[in-house]
């Protein structure tokens, strides 16, 4: 976007961050402790960790190129 | 609305979601501390995004149409995002576990080509024009009838159409995790009034794009680790063979010679020219809640790219919507492991679990409906016994029941998250679109002439307010009167050809006259209108206006919709031929072949707009070959 000063990719960026952080921190706890929810299935690939970390690497991606007062190219 | 494909595509499978509150049951899910964490964390972000983008939103040109300083990308997610409601998801994600695949097409052909065409044929002459809306085209190209008509039609549609989803959206919360309907209604219009109310366009076009990001996040999971499970495409297929007797589920075209042919009950005719052609070009190039978004792109070429772009992404949605669907056909069991099976609406409400007793209400309507179902007889009479675990779930909880199978604390969270944002977003996308044309067609033209570019920033930020607050009185009309959902509903498929011949003539016939237009738009809606109300009112009659006694429900919107447009293309002929054109010098802007466009400084062939539309027609076409 032109000349509105903090991009929407600065917003999305914050909000994967803290989701991917919250995800993962929760999948690390349940894999180490063992305590899967009872009726969800496939909890043997570790879903939170992985996906969390997807989300907060991308999260992380778009804080940093969008953050505000960077000139983005 | 659900989004598009347009509500009313999905009305079929969800008209009878009202039903379902009748349907005593527990909850589908039940949510932890963290995913509560994870949806608050989502409506401080829209509100956060709506208090930040206030300070911009001061003039009439950056609240009605977001500065039009929006880049292609973020028009394009936001054009693709207006339209991707929650609705849509569960509601199309239920129609693939009734029909298969079959109902991709309203992903493709229902959309894919109409996308192509507003971007490199009709963007320029809305863009160039500079129009705040579609009705204000209108009114360019035939003067002040036509506009009004169509925005009324559209204002109208847009509030009860809010309305319904708003209800809709508290139904299947309510469905999903227990939430009162109240609460749900409330909180959702209330951060979509606040938002929109103070960021305006803008506002809702940010928290679009950001609620499309959310809604793929959320959703992606469930066809990734269905597929994981089910042995990837070949393991599904086999599958869904074995347990259907059927590979029709898994062909677009194959069946549709005939209507008897798939369960869909569709022609291959009406697909392609009612769905493919006035349907689908009605929604994406005249519907002014998609193509507001891509007025607000920066420069022309940024609106030519934006539907282009976000073809990509429609092409692409049958990945979280149809298959999660089919997915859902082989992976969901019953808790003792047997396979689970779907089943109507009505059949679910007919099944109505007395909370006093815990047993079937009336068990001769249920196991009267339970008998038109595939459902194996020895569950049928567990369900009639209110054996434990012997629930029934409806088609449109095929997403939800996925969701909850594959999705632990925390990802629950992300994945309801996803269907909040689609229905905000819905949600947003009327009440921006409602006060635009509110202000600039209908309040503007007809009321005060001579306001102030800030009087009008003022109404059209009370007008949001107000539009909120008629789609609340709507939400709870409509649960009190279940019997007019179908008629909102319907409201769509009655305006849009009308509209799409009104202006298909007057963007590319010079000689269409000013009294031919609003005629043709006024008497097309009376005519769709009536053939509507034929049909409702005697049912035998769908046979006469789908062309076959074989013909479903699914088949009369698009025929209904064929009829109404060539209807109005011929008033719209033969008036034009009968009165006096508007001089070719003021149809400059407005019209092809009287317009000179303005040309576009050259770019890298990786940044034009035509090889990309090329990329798309192939992998559209290669797509429709693969699952033919």
Redesign the interface.
Known sequence: ??????S?WF??G???L??GL??TG??VY?WQTAS??P?????Q?H??VW??SV?GLLGLFYVVKFRPGRAVS | MFGFVPASHAADSLGTLPALLAFSTEPLAHLRLLDLFIIGIYFAMVIWIGFYLKGRSNTGEEFFMAGREMTAWIAGLSFVSANLGSLELMGWAGSAYQYGILATHWYWIGAIPAMIFLGLVMMPFYYVCKTHSVPGYLDLRYGGGARTVAAISFATEMILMSGVNMFAMAVVMKVVLGWDITFSIFVSSIAVAVYVGLGGLRSAIFNEVLQFVLIWGGALLVPILGMIQAGGIGGLKSKIIANMHSDSYFHMWRDTGHFAANPMGVHWTGIVFGLGFVISFGYWTTDFLVVQRVLAAHNLRAARMAPIIGSFFKMATPFIVILPGLLGLVLLQNPDGSRRQLVGEDVVAACTVSPASGRIENSAACSAEMATTTLPAAYQQKVLSGAPGAELHSYNQALPLMMVRYLGPGLLGLGITALIAGFMSGMAGNVSAFSTVWTYDIYRPLINKHGSDSHYVLVGRLSILIGVAVSIGAAYLVMHAHGIMDYVQALFSIFVAPLLATILFGMFWKRATTMAGFLGLLLGIVFSASLFMWVKLVPAALADVALSPDAKPMAENVYRALWAFLFASIVIFVVSLLTKAKPVAELDGLVYGATVLPVEAPVPFYKNEYTWAIVVVVIFAALNIIFW
């Open positions: 976007m032109h000349g509105s000063g903090v929407i917003f999305i914050v909000i994967l803290t989701y919250m995800i929760y999948g349940e899967y929810p009726l969800v299935q496939l909890t690939l879903t939170p996906w969390g989300l």
